[in-house]
């Protein structure tokens, strides 16, 4: 996630500091507004160039000195896949693109985890077939992870190890934390694991488990997680069920906040991500992946209950069944001046939009 002390650094808008909440029992919500954008398809500003094998997931690295020049990362799975990298006109960046990775399945971007006393930027990857954390150094793409890290160790049922999703989330001190996901998983909620990401001593990173969390179903598979750094909560799609939400402070507990997006999806739950309008308002933005179309809803909850995500409305799109998305709510030059939402799609490539197309006359934007 694109966190709030960073952007204050770098002098743009996003996500301020987090907020605490009454405890409130789990719920599935009622549309605030069934409003769809019916027959309507809404089209990508900029087509990426095609990866080799298999897009997947991508995230989005604001570049502060010129947001103009900001980047998407997007993986490409595959037993010899990799991490591509885009400009924002949707061209490859041969010298900074990740070749040779083993089936690498989600990424995301966090900013400022000190390696050797320095802010580094980072992109980790989740490399399915080896089991590892891949950690990449933002905006060169160098690794810093000694070959990657080993999650779910000491985990043996089948595809137990096999990662999935994964978000970062970093906290208002500063610490970063990798929330892991996988392609099969336990019903007794301990599915997603979290990661405290830290320098080793040699300026590479390394990871501690803090904590073992998440229900499941049990219809199908846990892949698509979002982090809302500001707010502090963690959301993820139990495809077939909802979308889950949590605390993302190990401190805070393992309790489930609520369970939406219920209801009105074709099949798969998909992507999450959030677009931040103020400090706690916004939009959570959820997949309805074989219907191409994406689910928005309201980012902050109600006077009687903080963790009710209300449905505003669907937003048909060009991508075709898009499991994968990131968005940003800051103004990436003339082309994306109210941001930037991207979506893979199944022709090997990610579609980039301006938020004032996804937001037609019924979401606001930033100015």
Request: aromatic share 10%; hydrophobic share 35%; with cysteine.
């Amino acid at each position: 996630m694109f966190t709030s002390s960073y952007l204050k650094e770098a002098s743009l808008v996003f996500l301020l500091a987090a907020c605490s909440a009454p405890k409130a029992e789990t719920i599935s919500t009622p549309p605030v507004e069934q409003n769809t954008t019916a027959g309507k398809v809404v089209q990508a500003a900029v087509i990426t160039d095609t990866v080799r094998f298999d897009s997947d997931d991508p995230a989005i690295w604001v570049n502060p000195k010129n947001p103009a020049k900001s980047l998407i990362i997007g993986t490409d799975k595959d037993a010899q896949g990799g991490l591509y990298v885009f400009d924002l006109e949707g061209r490859i960046i041969p010298e900074k693109t990740v070749k040779n990775l083993q089936r690498p399945n989600n990424v995301d971007v966090e900013y400022g985890l000190l390696l050797n006393g320095k802010p580094t930027d980072i992109a980790v990857a989740t490399e399915r077939m080896t089991h590892k954390l891949r950690i990449f150094s933002v905006p060169d793409m160098k690794p810093i992870d000694k070959g990657g890290l080993e999650m779910f160790a000491g985990e043996t049922a089948e595809g137990y190890r096999d990662l999935m999703g994964v978000s970062l989330y970093k906290n208002k001190a500063g610490r970063v934390y990798a929330i892991v996901g996988r392609k099969v998983g336990p019903q007794d909620g301990t599915y997603l694991w979290q990661y405290l990401l830290e320098d080793d001593g040699t300026g590479h990173v390394k990871a501690t488990l803090v904590r073992k969390f998440g229900e499941y179903s049990g219809i199908k598979e846990i892949e698509a997680i979002a982090v809302d750094d500001a707010l502090g909560y963690v959301y993820y799609s139990d495809e077939g069920m909802g979308v889950r939400q949590y605390f993302a402070d190990p401190e805070k507990g393992n309790k489930q906040l609520s369970l939406f997006a219920t209801k009105d999806f074709t099949r798969d739950h998909e992507g999450i991500s959030i677009y931040a309008l103020t400090d706690s308002t916004g939009y959570i933005l959820v997949s309805d992946q074989e219907a191409n179309r994406f689910m928005v809803f309201t980012r902050e909850g109600t006077s009687s209950n903080p963790y009710e995500h209300r449905f505003i409305k669907s937003v048909n799109v060009s991508a075709i069944n898009s499991d994968g998305s990131e968005t940003v709510a800051v103004p990436l030059g003339k082309k994306f001046k109210h941001g930037l939402f991207v979506a893979m799609s199944t022709d090997k490539t990610f579609h980039l939009y301006r938020w004032e197309d996804i937001a037609g006359e019924n979401l606001k934007m930033i100015q």
